[in-house]
């Protein structure tokens, strides 16, 4: 295989790597998938490792046999696309270089010298031509920095409002400025401004697929944190990576794949910069998916390894910032993962969350946190037999309209509980949950 450049070699790499994970997910050796895909089994082990090339036919067999839904298919169509980008913009390159040599290679009057001799001392100057033009190239911008800024600022912004805004109306705002990143995209600027506004649409589409996610609006969330990683893998930002894998695993876990949420969680954890925001959330994460298994020593472990990390932190300055954590997160995921579990002591965490950020009556208020913490303080007070004190809770949960779409079922919980208990509140308490589920 021709020598490629770094960055498509880097993206060969990991497709492989892609392949390989898909493979063994599927129970599949490499000979197996070499029979399914028409290659031999030495072939498909230099296309693990990157060293070989394969068509389109190849991908669309894999993907298939597979089962990986399209990702792989996607994957090795945004490497040909990139390559084709690069074939491009080299090809653009050396016709410039050969015509700024023949430019050079012209005497005053129009004329080639006919002299080999004459013309040597002007390849030099058309080489420092050929440098001057590719500086004034890089320097060039349509986008700017100040608009840079201001974008980067709206995307805290808006993970900022993601706690007390409705998904659907945050979804509204994020699609405008994807648009705008879109077109800004095409237009002529700096590698480091190219670079920033990737990390911008990474952040735009992770965010975007969150609030999928809380409307329950699956595929679109696949599809928006597929662009999420594709762009934090061409910006080389693994954070943004890592929050996209917990990000599908929080997904996954509140479909009920909680084997599956404890991979992914764990993946995130493998790519998040250690002590990051990410880490931290996917640590949470993994005690989350322990806690929905049923494993108590798993669950208190990855608790006190987020306290862990928690603990040096400071406050942040916006500690609503859906991407930056805070203490008060840590005890919100503490009072969920010991309410799964079944632990009373999750009651004395709700609580705590409860008198912090929803310490007035209005429930129209309250952030979706104090919301969730009402429902994990429900399950903890079932756990103890206070059956009307747990309808209460889950009540004003509900008539706060902070609970979200993919957060239904955690109510549910509550409501069958108390069904099954046959009482008096039962019908009431259905009757707010249909609300809701309407609504």
């Not at 929050?243 to 998040?272: D, K």
């Not at 103890?384 to 609970?403: F, H, K, W, Y």
């Amino acid at each position: 295989m021709a020598r490629e450049p770094a960055a498509i070699a880097g993206m060969r790499r990991e497709l492989g790597h892609h392949l390989a994970a898909f493979r063994r997910a599927a129970d599949l050796t490499q000979g197996q998938l070499a029979d399914a895909t028409g290659f031999d089994r030495t072939t498909v082990n230099h296309i693990e490792k990157g060293r070989s090339r394969a068509d389109e036919r190849f991908w669309q067999t894999a993907d298939q046999a597979c089962r990986a839904d399209g990702a792989l298919l996607t994957a090795y169509r945004e490497l040909e696309a990139t390559k084709a980008t690069y074939d491009q913009q080299e090809r653009q390159r050396e016709l410039e270089v050969a015509r700024a040599t023949a430019a050079q290679l012209q005497q005053p009057n129009g004329q080639a010298s006919s002299s080999l001799w004459l013309a040597v001392p002007d390849l030099g100057d058309g080489d420092e031509l050929e440098a001057l033009e590719l500086a004034r190239r890089v320097g060039a911008s349509d986008v700017g920095d100040e608009t840079l800024t201001r974008l980067e600022a709206m995307v805290d912004e808006l993970a900022v409002a993601y706690p007390t805004t409705p998904p659907a109306v945050l979804l509204e705002r994020i699609r405008q400025h994807l648009g705008y990143v879109s077109r800004l995209l095409d237009a002529r600027k700096t590698l480091h401004e190219h670079q920033r506004l990737l990390v911008v649409g990474a952040w735009l589409s992770l965010l975007g697929a969150t609030a999928h996610i809380d409307l329950k609006q699956y595929p679109a969330a696949a599809a928006r944190l597929k662009t999420a990683a594709s762009l934090a893998r061409h910006a080389g930002h693994d954070e943004i990576r890592a929050w996209c894998y917990e990000t599908e695993a929080w997904r996954v876990l509140t479909e009920g794949g909680y084997r599956r949420a404890l991979e992914l969680s764990r993946a995130a954890q493998a790519i998040a910069p250690a002590g990051s925001s990410a880490a931290i959330q996917a640590t949470a994460q993994e005690g989350r998916a322990w806690a929905r298994l049923g494993q108590p020593k798993e669950t208190y472990a990855a608790i006190e390894r987020v306290n862990k990390l928690v603990s040096p932190l400071p406050k942040p300055d916006r500690p609503e910032h859906h991407y930056r954590y805070d203490p008060d997160k840590s005890v919100a995921y503490v009072a969920t993962t010991l309410a799964w579990l079944g632990d009373p002591a999750a009651e004395g965490f709700s609580r705590e969350i409860i008198s912090r950020l929803a310490p007035h009556d209005d429930v129209a208020k309250w952030p979706r946190r104090a919301a969730s913490a009402n429902i994990d303080l429900a399950l903890a007070l079932l756990v103890t037999d206070r059956l009307d004190e747990a309808c209460d809770a889950t009540l004003r949960a509900i008539s706060s309209g902070r609970v979200v779409p993919s957060n239904h079922w955690r109510a549910a919980e509550v409501v069958e509980a108390v069904e099954a208990r046959q009482l008096p509140e039962a019908a009431g308490l259905r009757e707010a949950y249909e609300g809701m589920r309407r609504g």
